[in-house]
């Protein structure tokens, strides 16, 4: 019998080619992405530029997967000639669609026939809300802070009144399922403006609410630090293990938080989403297989999890620790050389470091994506070794095709 695919898409967040890759490779059904400036990851990603978007088109085309532009800032009127050239240049590429909050952004991209999603920048939290934008878009990403309970309502009123979108189809609701939380109601924070006139809504937040803070008593001047808890920096939102409740409510796209991680984080998030979303379809969503799920999301970046708000709880799932809690660490090793296509070996310079037979390595690239593999037998000049050292020039037996841009890690234990 034939497994089926889940019906729920998968979107996967990409701040680079290799995130980009990885997320076509782990089975990502669509990916979203910054361009230029005007983005909420504008600071903490690298982002793409206007001339990458015909290959961003031509990659995703090509492997079935849909792509999204997110101009969700606020927009000023100096920015309206730059947000004219990104969404006529998208429409132009192929581009699927653009993820917007900010009407101006919504108006043009409608007027001219670009599809538009609203960005949870906007706080959709009712249905009336969705009638409204239904005259726009077709896809709403609803405010973080509601419940599946709210949720539910939502897209049981969307078919109960049939609320269809400028395509004619009933409208589509999409929610985060992974990744870093704001304390602020749908990222709008106004601390890193307030500090360093640096406005996180315009994609520039330096991050104030994952450092340490003293309380101070302003009436007898003692003070207290906040033992063992960034107090306003939660923990990541993850639903792996409540994802049948979230299936259950209605959603049409499923959102991995994370333009900012790198290809390693895209490709064992999706993965694991991908694995547990078309469990759920064949039915075979087992304990066990959650149990799986999150200890492979716990080897990459992550501040610990928690359900968000979803299943009610109150606030207060606070991080204990200002950065990584990640199981697993990759270490820079060295770069690509040369592929050898006629034996299937790969050449690469060591850098630093070392590796030997039998340790876990991982591969990324622009390309080539995210590649994974414990070490085989390792050569230095034809001659078998125990060990690659800083300075080799080493091949071993490789499947996938590497490039001169390729990086090649060495995975560890995260102590």
């Known amino acids: 019998m034939s497994k089926r695919r889940s019906n729920i898409e998968l979107m996967a967040p990409a701040g680079s080619f290799e995130a980009l890759m990885a997320a076509i490779q782990a089975g990502a059904d669509s990916v979203y992405f910054g361009i230029e400036q005007l983005n909420m990851r504008a600071k903490s990603s690298i982002n793409f530029t206007m001339e990458d978007l015909k290959e961003i088109a031509k990659r995703c085309t090509k492997n079935g997967v849909k792509s999204y532009i997110t101009l969700n800032t606020i927009i000023y009127d100096h920015d309206l000639t730059l947000i004219k050239t990104i969404v006529n240049g998208a429409k132009e590429a192929g581009i699927s669609a653009i993820i917007a909050s900010d009407q101006a952004v919504i108006n043009y991209a409608f007027s001219v026939g670009m599809e538009v999603h609203i960005s949870t920048q906007l706080n959709v939290t009712n249905v009336e809300t969705v009638k409204f934008y239904s005259h726009f878009s077709d896809v709403m990403v609803l405010s973080r802070e509601l419940s ?81 808890e960034y107090i306003m920096s939660p923990e990541d939102l993850c639903t792996i293990d409540i994802l049948e409740q979230v299936v259950g409510a209605g959603v049409n796209v499923l959102k991995i938080e994370g333009r900012g991680r790198a290809a390693d984080y895209v490709s064992a998030v999706v993965k694991s989403y991908r694995e547990a979303l078309d469990a759920i379809a064949n039915e075979e969503y087992t304990k066990e297989k959650v149990s799986d799920w999150m200890t492979n999301l716990s080897t990459v ?104 841009s390729d990086k090649l890690y060495k995975i560890v234990a995260n102590q």
């Open 148 to 228: 599946l309970k709210q949720v539910k309502i939502i897209t049981d009123t969307i078919k109960r009144e049939d609320i269809r979108g400028p395509k004619g189809e009933l409208i589509e609701i999409e929610i985060f399922g992974h990744g870093a939380l704001c304390m602020a109601v749908s990222g709008k924070c106004y601390l890193s403006l307030h500090t360093q006139n640096s406005s996180a809504n315009r994609g520039a937040c330096v991050q104030n609410c994952r450092r340490t803070y003293k309380v101070i008593d302003l009436e007898d001047g003692h003070e207290f630090e906040i033992d063992n």
């Open 301 to 404: 970046y992550n501040r610990g999890f928690w359900n968000g708000y979803y299943l009610g709880q109150k606030l207060g799932e606070w991080t204990d620790s200002s950065g990584s809690k990640a199981t697993k660490k990759k270490v820079y090793i060295g770069k690509g050389v040369k592929y050898f296509q006629n034996i299937n070996v790969a050449e690469f310079k060591i850098e630093s470091g070392s590796f030997k037979a039998g340790d876990q390595l991982l591969i990324t690239g622009p390309t080539t994506g995210v590649v994974e593999l414990e070490a085989p037998e390792i050569r230095v000049e034809l001659e078998k070794v125990e060990e690659a050292k800083k300075g080799d020039n080493c091949s071993f037996a490789l499947e996938t095709k590497i490039r001169p």
